[in-house]
């Protein structure tokens, strides 16, 4: 690939389309020979490239303004930053697992190019109508560059046809122009082979040519396919998708959204991911076909950035298709299998730090129960409420003479005669508040869920330390499973990226609470009386070695510490409540966790509870 600076005539046009947009922009880089599969394509820090060979090649050379200008969009309108563009890689993502329950689709690279298509799309609309504004009675360039795209490459399958459509729509253009009047539909040849394969016997599937021993292993791997090839000829049969509806509900999301790419993104993919599925059954494609711009050159999204996106609350909204909202079927969350959870996130940002990734994730899932945690603190004696005046003598001190009272008494001030002081009634002492220092044990045994697929203990942990945060407050998390798997500092802190790599540490081994670390932590008359700490164990039914069983000689270890702390509660996945009886004969309280449901008001009682604690020592 080679570069050089713009002709003249392409300066030109390259300031008629910044003008259009009412930005400055540096130049772009025109190239020759990209072999990148398209004619234009944006990176971010804001850069914008052209192949103009690729360009001639599609007989767009005389459209360079409208080209210049849909790229300009991508950095004004649509991504426009990076942390949009992640946020509509999100939202395609989440589409495409709501709408392709069989995974018939790769996920990351099909949500890239469906969120440059909806980025595509705002973008034209936008340059046509500020096209039609500075030139008005005149066609638009940007449609005759549709023109020309469309006569060069012809619309071949429905998925295609519904975007031409929706621009037509869109334009006010005569049907047949960027695509024919009639939606491309499934061949019939292809339907009446999916009907036969609907009457097909596993039981008469020929298997002889493999070894006798192996045959009934080999029939049933057969039938297992198959049970799933008959699952999508249900898809082809059942006419899932109507694209002349489709194609107006994309128009109508263009419209709507033309100001908010990401709130209009989930809409744009949950009409065109059924299409793909589609083609994917039918021809075997698996990457969506056709042209357009591209972003290129990204590198993996920082902490920083993932905690923005993920924060956005349009990332948590249901997935659901148009069609369903408009005859008003009730929304219901989608079915575990079609849920966004943490593990696909994880996936669509593999380039990124997994730690902040699922910091991200976890803190956005439990930001809607986070309040600051504070709790009543030490009271302050204040100078009391101010009480009746008295004579100020002469050996009392001069900073105590209330002057306005004496000037009121006789403006002939004579010491020890006219002078007055103000006397101060005793008053209770201010209430304040203190920061919360929390020490969390986690366990990461193979009986507990594991963070990476979503865990139910991971979100109570991170609602309790979200609100100590919050409120000012510090954190140790430990991460423990078996006899020698424990994981964490000794130090509390507010590093929310390192309480994570604890919080998410995963040893997926036995279960033995780690006794000889909390008896080192908390030795004997080593309570420091000016900190209130609280102790949290999140677990499940294995947490009876917290109190000794299967490491006996420490037995005393978990009621000892219980002494040095001001309160100790066990977040506890046990439906049998199986370690009430000694949890309470060791003075810690017990709350339940049966699902994730349960998490934010258990975590919600908690954190009341501590916020109410009062130390008598403090107050006696």
Known sequence: MTGRAPTDTELVTWRAALQLWGVQLHLPNMVR???????????????ISIDVDELARHGAQHH????????????????????????????????????????????????????????DMLINDRVVRMQRRRHPGTEPDMIALWRTLAAGDPVSNAFWWVLMR???????????????????????????????RQHIDPATLDVSMVREDLQEKERAHRAAALRVQALQDELLLSQPVQPVADA?????????????????????????VPYLVLDSIISGATEVSGGGCAEVGGSPATAVELAEVLADPRLNETPVHPATAAVGVPLQDPAPGQQYGVAQTLALFAGSDPNA????????????????????????????????????????????????ATLATNPVVVPGVTTRRRTHLPDDPALTTEAVTLDLYIDSSASMPNPQRGSPAVLAGMILILSVLKGGGRVRVTSWSGPGQVAGDSAFTRDRLEIMR???????????????????RYPAGGRDRDELRHLVVLSDDGLASLFGAGQEEYAEVAATVRRHLDTATLLVQDRSRSVAGPAAEAGYAVDYLDTMSDAPPVCARLAAHIAGYRREVLHG
């Open 33 to 47: 020979d990209s072999a990148t599969g398209t004619f234009a394509w944006f990176s971010f820090p804001p850069s």
């Open 64 to 119: 360079l303004v409208s080209v210049f200008a849909h790229e300009i969009g991508h950095h004004v309108l649509s991504p426009s930053t990076r942390i949009v563009s992640f946020k509509l890689l999100q939202q395609m993502a989440r589409a495409i697992v709501a709408s392709d329950p069989r995974r018939t689709i790769p996920v990351t690279t099909t949500a890239q190019k469906l969120s440059n298509l909806w980025s």
């Open 166 to 196: 929706a621009y037509e729509l869109l334009w006010s253009l005569p049907s047949n122009t960027l695509c024919p009047n009639d939606p491309p539909v499934v061949p019939e040849a292809v339907r009446d082979e999916a009907r036969a």
């Open 248 to 272: 107006e509900y994309v128009a109508n999301a263009i419209r709507t959204f033309g100001a908010d790419p990401v709130g209009g993104a989930l809409t744009f993919g949950m009409v065109l």
């Open 357 to 404: 990734v699922m910091l991200a994730w976890y803190e956005a899932q439990a930001r809607p129960w986070v309040s600051p945690l504070r709790q009543r603190g030490r009271g302050i004696a204040t100078a009391g409420i101010p009480g009746p005046l008295e004579t100020w003598e002469l050996d009392d001190e001069v900073a105590d003479i209330d002057w306005p």
């Open 502 to 520: 604890q919080l998410t540490t995963f040893f997926c081994g036995g279960t033995s609470f780690p006794l000889d670390l909390l008896a080192d």
